[in-house]
């Protein structure tokens, strides 16, 4: 099996369930060392699950990371660990791959958003990959060979519904995107990928009312319809549910593991569609 990316390390945050284990995976299948990022005790066992897993299936090396990225010390812990397990015999590290995939969403009306909501979905989803990268831009590679991708979500562009601060953090990030392509043009490419409606706690735990008026753009989603000959009956019977078929995890894994090929080395600064067709840059 092809591993173009033997060798290299990633760190990706976040990668202890859903989209950034799936991550994970992607880039391990083609050879990528990994650092996994978790933020809390209870994703320990998870993490050192996948780590094992990965270290088995792939035979590469993957080390779980239990830190914070939205506080000083937490990017400086998994650069630490970084070092601690991949330097090489002279102490030199290179970071090849950084993946902030770490997000969480507070959705709420107007009325109800409470300051908390504002400074903790910021300090996570913004704040956290800003400090990532600030720690690991010292060891960033010096030929443009670098892959930065960070999660983004169609919420950025789609004003939906209780997504003020959700919504507001992940334009952010696009922004913050397209700043980095630039400062770290000499190092890496940036992007960013929006995902919609993927399957998951994260979106099972939105209110009906959010979901009812998210079924307009659904609809409109060109790769959303279940289809009984690809996806399976129970796929079929589940977009009942959902209005549509949700993405599956390893489908935005796909999507940023050729962002971090040396084929997208051209494209920088870019939101990459994620979503079946839900939003249309242009």
């Avoid at 002279?90 to 770490?102: F, K, R, V």
């Amino acid at each position: 099996m092809s591993q173009p990316l033997k060798g290299k390390l990633a760190i990706v945050s976040g990668s202890s369930r859903g989209i950034g284990a799936a991550i994970a995976e992607n880039l391990a299948s083609k050879g990528c060392n990994l650092i996994l990022n978790y933020t809390t005790p209870s994703s320990a066992s998870l993490a050192s699950e996948l780590s094992d897993r990965l270290n088995k299936t792939y035979a590469v090396s993957s080390v779980p990371v239990q830190a914070d990225i939205g506080t000083p010390e937490g990017p400086q812990a998994i650069i630490a660990a970084a070092k601690s397990a991949f330097s090489k015999a002279d102490g030199s590290l290179q970071i090849d791959i950084i993946i902030n995939n770490a997000g969480i969403a507070r959705n709420d009306l107007i009325p109800n958003v409470k300051v908390d909501d504002f400074t903790e979905t910021y300090r996570v989803n913004v704040l956290g990959p800003l400090l990532l990268v600030q720690a690991a831009q010292p060891y960033l590679p010096k030929d443009r060979s670098g892959r930065i991708v960070n999660i983004s979500s169609v919420s950025s562009s789609t004003g939906f519904i209780g997504q003020s601060v959700y919504g507001g953090s992940k334009a952010a990030i696009e922004a913050m995107t397209r700043t980095w392509s630039r400062e770290l043009a000499e190092n890496c490419t940036v992007n960013a990928v929006n995902p919609g409606p993927v399957e998951g706690p994260m979106y099972a735990s939105n209110s009906e009312e959010f979901l009812e008026g998210i079924e307009g753009w659904i609809k409109h989603t060109p790769l959303m319809k279940a289809r009984e000959d690809l996806h399976g009956k129970e796929a079929v019977e589940e977009a009942k549910q959902w209005h549509g078929r949700l993405a599956k995890t390893g489908e935005i894994a796909g999507v940023v593991g050729m962002l971090c090929g040396e084929e997208a080395g051209w494209c920088t600064g870019q939101v990459v569609c994620a979503n079946g067709g839900m939003l249309m840059l242009h």
